[in-house]
């Protein structure tokens, strides 16, 4: 199946994508985060692609495999402390990257930056006075592009 970049237009194969192991180790990485998350990521691994190159699916696939646990366990270590990183937190942080982005110097190496911003991040005071109002949102439904993905991914586990 041919599939279109909406970002540059370079047309692929989602078959050889999932074919490709670190290729398709990125999209099962990537498929973990969704929503605002998720895409706040897509931008934030922009800051990590060289200058005159493509990022390759092996970086792209260390990057997201780095920062996936540390998502899933909504918590942060740096410099010997650990924080509390909750969604909010790392989209926050990835936020004030790309707004900040061109005083930064790219590429860049590590996620350093990005945990020094989440160390000093504060929820928002609404939120901490209000926890009993706090209502659980929805599970978010998969976008038409993940389920293609993932009906994707099924056919070719079947092959």
């Given at each position: 199946?041919?599939?279109?970049?909406?970002?540059?237009?370079a047309?692929?194969?989602?078959?050889?994508?999932?074919?490709?192991?670190?290729?398709?180790?990125?999209?099962?990485?990537?498929?973990?985060?969704n929503?605002?998350?998720?895409?706040?990521l897509?931008g934030?691994?922009?800051l990590?692609?060289?200058?005159?190159?493509?990022l390759?699916?092996?970086?792209?696939?260390?990057?997201?495999?780095q920062?996936?646990?540390?998502?899933?366990?909504?918590?942060?270590?740096?410099?010997?402390?650990?924080?509390?990183?909750p969604?909010e937190?790392?989209?926050?942080g990835?936020?004030?990257?790309?707004a900040?982005?061109h005083?930064?110097?790219?590429?860049?190496?590590n996620?350093?930056?990005?945990?020094?911003?989440?160390?000093?991040?504060?929820?928002?005071?609404?939120?901490?006075?209000?926890?009993?109002?706090?209502?659980?949102?929805?599970?978010?439904?998969?976008?038409?592009?993940?389920?293609?993905i993932?009906?994707?991914?099924?056919?070719?586990?079947?092959?």
């Amino acid at each position: 199946m041919k599939t279109k970049c909406p970002c540059c237009g370079a047309i692929n194969s989602l078959d050889a994508l999932i074919a490709n192991e670190k290729a398709s180790e990125a999209l099962a990485t990537a498929l973990a985060f969704n929503g605002e998350l998720g895409r706040a990521l897509v931008g934030y691994l922009g800051l990590f692609r060289p200058a005159n190159s493509s990022l390759s699916f092996d970086r792209v696939a260390t990057l997201l495999g780095q920062l996936l646990p540390c998502v899933q366990a909504q918590q942060i270590q740096r410099d010997g402390k650990t924080y509390a990183a909750p969604a909010e937190a790392w989209i926050y942080g990835i936020n004030t990257m790309l707004a900040t982005r061109h005083n930064l110097k790219l590429p860049m190496k590590n996620h350093g930056y990005l945990f020094e911003i989440i160390s000093r991040w504060q929820p928002a005071q609404s939120a901490v006075e209000n926890t009993s109002v706090l209502v659980p949102a929805a599970p978010a439904k998969p976008s038409r592009a993940i389920s293609t993905i993932n009906a994707a991914q099924q056919w070719v586990d079947q092959q």
